[in-house]
């Protein structure tokens, strides 16, 4: 972690790139010896109740002899100008904390385990930790975010574990499993998961089938005819495939509304004519238990849910939208006029149940439950939404089918359209204002089996291509666009209404690499945190990429860095008008 320091054992190599460069082989934490290194230490953000501020009072009150009065004398820390008794004793408990931890630290680290992720193995395991890393590293990987089968596979090789151990075995079938959910899929074939794993961990079929059978008896997978679930994934498409064969048979449930008096009236209020296939959809929607609307862009589905709306609420029917992301939620909110959230907070996490609180017991409030952008949803998240659908609602799902499915495993909103279980009606017909834009023409272009049009001159275009073969020139022009050509062209402003989007994480093009030329053009100046190498100024767009249900904030949320405590290392982030700490 910053501020550590640490002894390396390695060899110098010669990079042809980079130069002379030191290989380590090993290393571990020791604590500094030099004023300065001390100062350095205590103000790293390691202990927390300690910034730069403090660590430097701390170390001019006492010197060489700093740590040894907070690991002993701790009241006395209360003679340094600002500590009361309240930070005295934060500063205990974490020094506590991290002395704690230090055995299982440097035992980690001496095995490739940073000390973020060591901290996070004492937090799960507690005193447990070492025994519990020796006896079986492998679970490592099941209960530790941030460790994959590889790392702890690197450990139980240092600790002499047999390559043929049946944690082995069983953690590499599951390991197998858990990728392919990374690549959509729900399952694997059978022969496909043995022979993948076989080729990861060089081992015979026979053991890896042994080791299958023993992960089915213990209920870790599901093996159905030739296919192998992970146990989770099997149970959410079962009950998906019940429940909304369930909610299609109960009849419809909603106020009485003459469809074609209410069509004509929700034209003469938004003042939008609707073509025949949106008033379809409308019509569907409203005598149908389960609809899904689909189409591409520019085809009118946020009109259609906007007539809805207005159509459902003037007969005082409960209506509520929702989609998968925060920023399809928030755009959904701003098209309509009518409150949208995110599918977590539509179900509402409870930290204390260590569940939602709406589920089959607890329904949503609603007579009718719009989800849009739903080719985003994976299976877990559509499973747990059909719980909460109460029997007497209507489901509406609207998206594009043929974009990109979701990151997480299944393909829901495509399998549902083919399995002929809900009315389905499709857009085509392109919308007049929707012409003009080459984003929306050169997507269903593609859809088409169509090349875009690369070429357009136009002044009012919204679409361009710039071909540039230099990495170092694709950087350059990427700022270059951000921070003025496209605010000067479009008014925008850089920090809140661009995104950039690149296939990659690493190199020069990468997303690690473009956050920080971006940052340093964009928001350049300002108190700033830094941490794994990560600089944070106020000011700073930030993105979620992981589900936090305690601070109910979840993967995609996107807010900006309003406010930074240099003294307890902790950030808020601006999310949607919600102050979350970090």
Known sequence: QVGETIRARGHWTNHKQFGRQFAVESFESVLPHTLVGIQKYLGSGLIKGIGPKFAERIVAKFG??????????????????????ERARRIKEAWVAQKSIRDIMIFLQGHGISSAQAAKIYKQYGDGALAQVQENPYQLARDIPGIGFKT?????????????????????????????????????????????????????????????????????????????????????????????????LRPV?????????????????????????????????????????????????TTIVNSLVQILRAKHARVLLAAPTGRAAKRLSETTGAAAQTIHRLLRYNPHEGGFAHHERRPLPADMVIIDEASMLDLPLAYHLLRAIPPTASLVFV?????????????????????????????????????????????????????????????????????????????????????????????????RDIQVLTPMHKGLCGAENLNRELQAVLNPRGPQLERYGRLYRVGDRVMQIRNNYDKDVFNGDLGRIQKLDLIEQELTVDLDGRAVAY
Do not use: M
């Open 152 to 248: 702890a596979d690197g450990i139980a090789a240092k600790l002499g574990i047999a390559r043929d151990s049946l944690h082995r075995l069983k953690a590499g079938l599951i390991h197998v499993l858990e990728e392919a959910t990374g690549d959509g899929h729900a399952c694997l074939p059978r022969d496909l998961l043995v022979r993948t794993a076989a080729e990861l961990l060089t081992s015979e079929i026979a053991p890896l089938e042994n080791a299958l059978k023993l992960l089915a008896l213990a209920g870790d997978v599901v093996v159905e005819e030739d296919a192998v679930y992970l146990t989770g994934l099997h149970r959410c498409e079962r009950e998906i495939a019940a429940r909304l064969n369930q909610l299609r």
């Open 64 to 85: 060489a002899k700093t740590f040894e009065v907070i690991d002993q004398y701790s009241a006395k820390l209360r003679d340094v100008d600002g500590i009361g008794p």
């Open 399 to 495: 998206g594009d089918v043929d974009q990109l499915p979701s990151v997480g495993p299944g393909n829901f909103l495509r399998d549902l359209i083919e399995s002929e279980r809900a009315a389905v009606v499709r857009l085509t017909e392109i919308f007049r204002q929707a012409r003009h834009s080459l984003i929306i023409t050169n997507a269903h272009r593609v859809n088409r089996g169509e090349l875009p049009d690369l070429q357009t001159k136009a002044a009012a275009a919204d679409f361009f291509f710039l071909e540039q073969p230099d990495p170092d020139k694709v950087v350059a022009t990427i700022r270059e666009l951000c921070a003025e050509r496209l605010p000067r062209k479009f008014g925008f402003d850089p920090l």
């Open 253 to 301: 449930d909603l106020p009485p509304i003459q469809i074609e008096n209410a069509l004509a009236w929700v034209q003469t209020r938004t003042g939008v004519a609707l073509a025949e296939a949106q008033r379809l959809a409308v019509r569907t929607a409203l005598t149908e238990k389960l609809t899904v609307i689909t189409g591409g862009p520019g085809v009118g589905k």
